[in-house]
């Protein structure tokens, strides 16, 4: 790990094919010939599709400001930046960034070059640093996070599998924490009835399910009691 990985396709460009040199017919004595050559000729062209692109490569300790701190259970050589391409909720192929365990970085090229090529919208991918670590001011603005040192909420002394660098939260407000009538954040009660055509849900069996499921992750959405709809670990917790 610490290299970049990359994956691109590209596009397909139809060019015109050049023209051959024809000679100018003869005449005939007894016919008149019109000939009529037109002024301009179209080409025909295709613009290429965005291709999806992922680096992986190493962050620093200044990259994970106040994402990490000492007594963290993971050590900053451990973790890894991802630099991926993804939807936008206007169909845009924008960057995003991501922070995982190394062991666990080539699964999440996997997963979202699967997502980008279902077209599945990611409504914001910054690092928890963009929000100076606070978790509910990322979920609040719908932004897709990884990596953040952090102890489960209401659960003081008991490390997230977050800060483990092992779970992503995908699209929160849509995708939001659910137990009983308490709902997290509280911005995505809307989404607490789910809707599969709002942009970005996620519902059992579709692509993203579907793709963390493939690398062996487990869905919050799946849980019994509570239901976390945007969390997706390697461990199912």
Known sequence: FGCAD???????????????????????????????????????????????????RDVSESELASSWRAGCPVAVEDLRRLDLVHWDDEGNAVNGVLVVHAAHADDMVTVFAALFD???????????TDFDGDDDASMRANNTSAFNC????GR???????????????NPLVNPWVRG???DPPEGA?????????????????????AFADIGWGWGGDWASTKDYQHFSHDGR
């Open 6 to 56: 990359d994956d691109e396709q590209g596009g397909r460009v139809i060019d015109a094919a050049a023209a051959a040199e024809i000679p100018e017919p003869t005449p005939s004595t007894t016919v008149p010939v019109t000939t009529t050559v037109p002024t301009t000729v179209p080409a025909t062209t295709s613009v290429p599709l965005p291709a999806f692109h992922a680096v992986v």
């Open 150 to 153: 952090r102890e489960i909420a």
């Open 118 to 128: 279902a077209g599945f919208p990611i409504h914001s991918m910054r690092p928890i």
């Open 181 to 183: 009538s308490r709902v």
């Open 190 to 210: 809307s989404s607490v009835e789910r809707d599969p055509t709002v942009d970005g849900l996620i519902v059992p069996g579709d692509a993203v399910t579907s």
């Open 156 to 170: 003081p002394g008991v490390w997230s599998q977050h800060a483990h660098g092992g779970a992503v939260d995908i």
